[in-house]
């Protein structure tokens, strides 16, 4: 109370200031004081100490801004509170501050300071509401400061904050264009952003500083088709839009072997082939010229970034957003094959649903879509009927859609629909389903009589403006066979005393007199009626009074002659300058006198000339080289900043282009394994003794060598069936369109998307949990079972060469430690770990097939357990080490497979044919007495979204002999096994691979600086840590490397601290980043964090690593 | 992108003006407002407007319209669908989209507009964004179906509207009975596409509060059951000025659930004068100005269907009417999807508290007009 009170003195004081002052111009001064009194005690509330009152006073301001009045006088007052506390009243300053700072430039400076200090901020929203505002103030002093906070929130650590950096850049670059270079320079970097909140904006900016810098686009092409789905969806219309034009410059066209086909089976062109051909002739000649020309060079095959473009927009049909699935529609428009841009139109035709302004655009566009696509809408016919409550403009647009999909089949249907519509009260709609009617009949032939029938018993209808309509149309098509029509001709004349609209008039008056001689009696008879109201006609009917005269003058003048001069006369002394012009010109033409008697010669060549009929088109006609979904299109004319979209080039630019530097990665992830293993053998052999050498020996020319056949085969394949696929795909695609339900199945297939992973990795993730608990209970017996396994079939090896025996005892042994000496079992973590994993293996796979086999080993377990438990003395744990930098799995065994054993490991190399597969190298041994033929593999049974390179099939494989090839398995990011048949001339096995999770990574190089910014974006939910202590025998930096190393497939990032190590890498199929962080304490406790974006991979990864670590 | 955005009075007032890069005076309105005034119709206003220097591009909602500027190119689909948007968040937040509540709620208002753009591009758009508010968890689902049919064509649209309020991230998955029913169907942005495309099931982590989960159509080639039958008679007399109307209305396929709210309208030719009718059930009103009957039936009773009879006087002197007015009919009926469709289960996944669950179906009848 006492504040208002305060409140209502300070009123009246300055009230009494203000009165006199403008106490002599009462008019102005009347507003003027009143104004000026209001704005005083808003000055007073901004002043005083009370965020409520500052509250109401900034409320006020903003409301008067609202609704346009200026508040601009205020504004030293309220910039001081600028910096105020309350975050309402600041919020307000800054909307204030927004509207007003370009009129109050030097007062605005004022307000910088606080802005800067918001930048330092450590909150993200206040460094992002502080950039956005800064930005948004457009006082051209501050350009640098501004520069300098774009710059730094760009590389700012929340994503958010980089968010409103590319939201600033078009402000700056509006305030000073000058700066488009360092801009650009800002929107490079912040494009290679792999964010999905970033993605929208930048692009958006891209698109508004410099959308000519396509080159910019090619290394993160292939990020944005992956990231789209999850841009939110503003910014997906952007991207879209942005991609479509990058598409037309880097890829060819998918259409042109179907434009020749077109061509050759011209027949199915009737309909539009009346208005269309002489037009697109010569764009039909190049056409073909170039289709020849292409036909010649080889089939066309789509860049896989072409495809990988299309299928990932496609799922976006299914948006809520009316833009989005527009976006979608109008690039399927642009760069799909003919025969997959059906797709497009069962989304549209749902916006048709949606609100009548949506309604309006979409139609606008499938106008324009249903020139060179008929087919596609032909089912959705009825979807484009109209309603009475439609508003007019949608009406009409639907008749134009419904015109363009009339042919020789639906035409009656159409024309039925148009029946009614003649009917409605609304009569601009009439006339336009006339207008309709007529473009029907003259496209298609056949109708063509029906209509002009219909049209005729229109003439009839009372409403004059129908008749009217009806009557200019049937003059457009009776020029099209006027001999046949004279009674339709005849009819018309009449229709002269009773037709009162002008265009009518006239339109029968051209009729008669183009015609005349199909009505030699009526028509003389019909210019004296007329000639008898010439002077209170229109000017249109006027002109054609005399055009009409002129012609019967020419053709039958001694009925006439009269008649014309008497018009002709009270043309001459018309109002119109335009009809006493075209008076006196004819009076010269046709009367010949001495003067003009050399034209006077032509003048029935000028007047009767034959003329073509009209062509009635669609005014949405080659609107298509607008980007469909545009304001260009809607207007058809080219708005401010519209970027034209390109033709498609003649021959592909270098798609090389687009790649990320994968290989340099692989490379150096090579490298660092090697040194790794190199740093591997003096770490073990000081307790491995002689067996060591051998074994790694071994196990490395096999790897050397399977890698070399393996990479070398797929080499050579590689090149020829990349193309076969992309024409077998081409083909499919072809099929699925006819048949829904087979694209379905299909996408399933090919489906690589992150949601079903996700999805599926949830049941994984339950079942893996199960899987651990029962490794808990069951460890040490399974673990037994495991190793006798093995060791049983390297007994069983060992009689074939007595050396290998030896090393192989001493192996069995080691594994036989764990049963017998459960104390010493944490120092064997590599066996361990290996029996969790064959673990995995064998549980999801309780084929029939697998069990019997089960018992057949444990039969002979027992004997072998007896030898092994004797042998213990000799452990030593470290002799599979070597090996287990690849560890091998047992896929088929020696006695299920009868005599073939195959054994499978991750070799860890890139899969060459396809970088989303993870390689698993097979090793076939034949130890039967017989030569095992055509090894191959069938009947892939596989988790959704699951892909499988077959390995190439091995014709041969002798008795005794051993042989490697490799296959490339996509395991979608997800643990689930690949199943599988393997086959040999005779016989069938069914096998199952299942990755452990570190297999499902590949190694990335990052440097230390790369790894903090990337793992500060992978906070949150996206980073599990457990604390952990290490394994005695691992409390050094070599140590854990290796271990972690061997559990997944990840490469060492360099890191300053001794106490930290750091381990990064992506998944396969998603490339989603898996970083590691090990950081060691006192006494081995340690740390493990993991950042991934993919929960569930992280969770399992951290389990993994976990037991490498502390076993 | 949107420059400037003008809230329009249906009067024509521009109450409300909001600027997001430089300020473009009001008067760029005036061609607008030219433009309304020769559609006359407020919904044949073009929506979008070419002036000398700016494009105009505007929505009718709510008997306001929203008008934005801008200069340069833009997707209008883009700008059409945000001003919707802008349109359903005032309608979230005040209740309704109206002049006098936007006008009370002016500073919100002004708030809202500057989260929701900056320089033009959409910032936040997301009501649960927006309100930033934690809810106490209950959760209850509705399922709405929409029937729109002709004599001509018919189809159904149906949306699943949801409102969730549940903390934390809980992982939802609803799925249906018949989702092989569902023709054409899309999403709220936090559905899983795949996931649908593959099980036919929506899963998803839901935002808080209400919001429209899934929109779908249930096209033509399944059999639509028209709920309601209309018998009706509407003539007009060839001689004299006067005509009459029949009009009963009967249940017809509505698996025992009864028709409510049943409302017909009937807009009248210009020429009618006055109608006298009587009705067996409900109240009739006539409006003189549109010449619209509308009948409000209330709920269907099958034993005793609900007529309405009587005479119609037109103009004397005007011609017959040569269209027989058309029968908009509108209705709900509770408790039932005339599509059939059938939730079978929503399950939660990711936390750990059981959640209330419930299901509402309603049918309701979107453009059920009936050509005479």
Not at chain 1, 639 to 665: F, H, K
Not at chain 1, 942 to 947: A, I, K, P, T
Not at chain 1, 1077 to 1095: D, F, H, P, S
Request: proline letters at 5%.
């Amino acid at each position: 109370m006492s504040s208002s009170s305060a409140f209502n003195e300070e009123k009246g004081g300055s009230s009494s200031v203000g009165e006199p002052e403008y106490g002599h111009d009462p008019a102005s001064g009347g507003i003027f004081s009143s104004d000026y009194k209001r704005h005083d005690d808003l000055k007073e509330m901004l002043d005083s100490n009370k965020d409520s009152l500052k509250l109401e006073a900034m409320k006020r301001i903003v409301a008067m801004i609202a609704r346009g009045k200026n508040a601009s006088d205020l504004f030293p007052a309220v910039v001081k509170n600028v910096a105020c506390k309350n975050i309402e009243v600041k919020k307000l300053v800054y909307v204030y501050l927004v509207r007003y700072a370009e009129e109050q430039q030097d007062l605005a400076l004022l307000s910088i300071s606080t802005f800067q200090r918001g930048l330092k901020d450590p909150n993200q929203l206040i460094r992002a509401s502080a950039l956005r505002v800064l930005s948004s103030i457009r006082v051209t002093i501050i350009v640098p400061i501004m520069m300098l906070a774009i710059k730094e929130a760009a590389s700012d650590m929340s994503p958010y904050v980089r968010k409103t950096a590319a939201h600033a850049i078009p402000k700056l670059y509006s305030l000073d264009p000058e700066q488009k270079d360092q801009l650009i320079e800002v929107i490079e970097k912040l494009l290679a952003d792999k964010t999905t909140l970033v993605a929208g904006s930048v692009v958006m900016a891209f698109e508004e500083v410099c959308p000519e810098r396509i080159d910019l686009i090619h290394k993160n092409y292939r990020k944005l088709c992956n990231l789209l789905i999850d841009v939110e969806e503003w910014g997906q219309v952007v991207i879209i839009n942005m991609l479509t034009r990058y598409a037309r410059t880097q890829f060819l066209n998918p259409n042109i072997n179907e434009s020749l086909l077109e061509e050759g089976g011209g027949g199915e062109k009737t309909f539009y082939g009346s208005d269309e051909d002489e037009d697109e002739d010569e764009e039909e000649k190049e056409k073909k010229a170039e289709a020849a020309a292409m036909a010649k060079r080889k089939p066309y095959v789509m860049d896989p970034d072409h495809r990988l473009l299309l299928r990932n927009t496609k799922p976006l049909l299914q948006s809520r957003n009316a833009a989005v699935v527009m976006a979608v529609a109008q690039l399927y428009f642009h760069l799909a094959p003919k025969a997959e841009v059906g797709v497009i139109a069962k989304a549209l035709v749902r916006l048709l649903r949606s609100h009548s302004e949506v309604q309006y655009v979409v139609l606008q566009n499938v106008a324009t879509m249903t020139i060179k696509r008929r087919g596609m809408f032909e089912p959705y016919l009825k979807s484009f009927y109209i309603r009475s409550t439609d508003p007019t403009q949608i009406k009409i647009l639907k008749l134009e859609v419904l015109t363009n999909l009339a042919n020789e089949t639906n035409i009656s249907t159409i024309l039925r629909e148009f029946q009614t519509y003649i009917k409605s009260m609304d009569k601009d709609f009439v006339a336009a389903t006339i207008q309709a009617i007529g473009r029907c009949a003259t496209n298609i032939g056949e109708v063509r009589d029906t209509c002009l029938n219909g049209l005729v018993q229109l003439l009839s209808n009372r409403d004059e403006l129908v008749v009217a309509e009806s009557v200019v149309v049937i003059k457009k098509l009776l020029q099209m066979q006027p001999e046949k029509h004279s009674d339709i001709i005849k009819h018309m004349a009449k229709l002269t005393d009773n037709i009162q609209v002008p265009m009518a008039r006239a339109s029968i008056l051209w009729l008669i007199g183009e015609y005349c001689e199909h009505v030699p009696k009526i028509a003389p008879d019909v210019l004296r009626k007329m000639a008898k109201s010439f002077t209170n006609e229109e000017d249109i009917v006027k002109l054609q009074i005399l055009n009409l005269a002129a012609k019967l003058y020419l053709t039958n003048s001694k009925q006439t002659k009269l008649l014309t001069q008497y018009v002709l006369n009270l043309a001459k002394y018309d109002q119109n300058y335009d009809i006493r012009d075209r008076a006196r010109f004819i009076r010269q033409l046709i009367v010949p006198t001495e003067k003009s008697g050399a034209l006077s010669k032509y003048a029935k060549k000028l007047f009767l000339a034959l003329k073509p009929a009209p062509v009635l088109e669609s005014p949405f006609k080659d609107r298509d080289h607008f980007q469909l979904g545009s304001l260009s299109h809607l207007l058809n004319a080219k708005a401010g900043g519209y970027q034209e979209l390109p033709d498609w080039p003649e021959s592909a630019p270098d798609p090389s282009v687009r790649n990320v530097e994968v290989p340099e990665w692989t490379k150096c992830s090579s490298r660092e394994k090697r040194k790794e293993k190199k740093v591997e053998k003096p770490f073990y052999s000081d307790s491995e003794g002689e067996s060591g050498p051998t074994e790694s020996a071994d196990s490395e020319s096999d790897s050397a060598s399977g890698s070399e056949s393996g990479s070398g085969s797929e080499g050579s394949g590689s090149a020829s069936e990349s193309e076969e696929s992309g024409e077998v795909s081409v083909s499919e695609e072809d099929e699925g369109e006819e048949e829904e339900k087979k694209t379905k199945k299909r996408e399933l297939k090919k489906a690589v998307q992150e949601s079903e992973s996700e999805q599926s990795s949830e049941e994984e993730d339950r079942k893996h949990e199960r899987k651990m608990k029962q490794r808990k209970s069951d460890s040490e017996s399974e673990s037994d079972e495991e190793e006798e396994s093995e060791s049983e079939s390297s007994q069983s090896e060992s009689d074939d060469s007595e050396s290998e025996a030896e090393v192989r005892k001493k192996k069995k042994a080691a594994e036989s430690k764990p049963p017998s000496k459960p104390v010493k079992k944490e120092t064997k973590k590599e066996k361990k770990e290996m029996s969790l994993l064959d673990l995995d293996d064998f549980e999801p796979a309780p084929s029939p097939q697998v069990t019997p086999v089960n018992n057949l080993l444990s039969n002979s377990l027992v004997t072998d357990l007896e030898g092994l438990s004797l042998s213990e003395a000799v452990l030593s744990p470290a002799t599979i080490a070597p090996s287990s930098a690849l560890k091998s799995y047992e896929l088929l065994h020696r006695i299920t497979g009868e005599g073939l054993s195959v054994e499978y490991c991750f070799s860890r190399q890139p899969f060459s044919p396809d970088a989303n597969m993870v390689a698993v190298q097979m090793q076939f041994t034949n130890s039967s007495t017989s030569d095992t033929k055509n090894l191959h593999m069938e009947d892939v049974k596989l988790q959704s979204g699951m892909r499988v390179k077959d390995f190439p099939e091995i014709e041969s494989l002798p008795a005794g002999e051993t042989a490697t090839a490799v296959m490339g398995i996509d395991f979608c990011d997800s643990t689930q096994a690949a199943n599988f048949q393997l086959c040999t001339h005779t016989r069938k096995f069914f096998v199952s691979i299942q990755p452990p999770v570190g297999e499902l990574m590949r190694p990335v190089f990052l440097t230390e600086n790369e790894f903090k910014k990337e793992q500060g974006q992978l906070m949150g939910m996206n980073e599990i840590t457990e604390k952990l202590t290490l394994d005695a025998k691992c409390r050094n930096e070599h140590a854990i490397v290796q271990r972690v190393t061997t559990a997944a497939n990840l490469s060492r990032v360099p890191c300053g601290s001794d106490r930290e190590c750091r381990f990064a890498g992506r998944t396969v199929t998603s490339g989603s980043l898996v970083l590691v962080t090990v950081a060691t304490r006192e006494e081995g406790a340690a740390q493990l964090t993991i950042n991934c974006e993919k929960m569930v991979i992280g969770t399992m990864l951290v389990k993994d690593i976990l037991l490498a670590l502390t076993q | 992108m949107i420059n400037s955005l003008f809230l329009i009075s249906h009067s024509g007032d521009i109450f409300l003006e909001k600027h997001w890069k430089s300020v473009i005076s009001r008067s760029v309105c005036d061609y607008f407002l030219e433009a309304k005034e020769k559609a006359g119709d407020p919904e044949n206003v073009a929506p979008v407007l070419q002036t000398p220097h700016h494009y105009l591009i505007s929505i009718y909602r709510g008997k306001l319209f929203f008008l934005s500027v801008t200069q340069t190119e833009v997707p209008p689909l883009f700008v059409i669908e945000f001003l919707h948007r802008v349109a359903d968040t005032f309608q979230d937040y005040f209740g309704d989209c109206s002049e006098v509540l936007i006008k009370e709620n002016t500073v919100t208002v002004y708030e809202l507009l500057e989260e929701m753009l900056d320089n033009g591009f959409p910032l936040a758009t997301e009501s649960n964004v927006l309100k930033e508010m934690i809810r106490p968890p209950t959760i209850l689902r509705s399922v709405v179906n929409t029937l729109t049919g002709t004599t001509v064509f018919a189809e159904i649209q149906g949306v699943i509207e949801a409102c969730v309020k549940l903390t934390g991230m809980p992982d939802l998955t609803l799925s249906f009975m018949n989702p092989r029913l569902l023709d054409d169907v899309s999403f709220h942005p936090c559905v899983r596409f795949k996931r649908w495309e593959s099980e036919h099931v929506l899963s998803f982590i839901p935002p808080d509060g209400n919001f429209r989960l899934m929109s779908y159509h249930v096209s033509s080639q399944n059999l639509v059951a028209i709920p309601v039958y209309v018998k009706q008679n509407i003539s007009f007399l060839e001689t004299g000025s006067c005509g009459r109307l029949d009009i009963t209305i009967g249940p017809k396929q509505t698996m025992g659930k009864t028709v409510e709210s049943l409302m017909v309208t009937i807009p009248m030719p210009k020429s009618v004068l006055s109608v006298n009718l009587t009705a067996t059930q409900g109240t009739y009103t006539f409006d003189l100005t549109t010449k619209v009957v509308l009948w409000d039936v209330g709920k269907l009773n099958p034993q005793k269907l609900p007529n309405l009879r009587g005479s119609i006087s037109i103009q004397t002197g005007s011609p017959k009417p040569e269209e027989n007015p058309s029968i908009n009919i509108d209705m709900k009926i509770q408790q039932l999807a005339i599509s059939g469709l059938k939730v079978s289960r929503l399950d939660m996944y990711g936390e750990k508290y059981k959640p209330f669950k419930g299901v509402k179906y309603v049918t309701k009848a979107g453009k059920f007009q009936v050509r005479t």
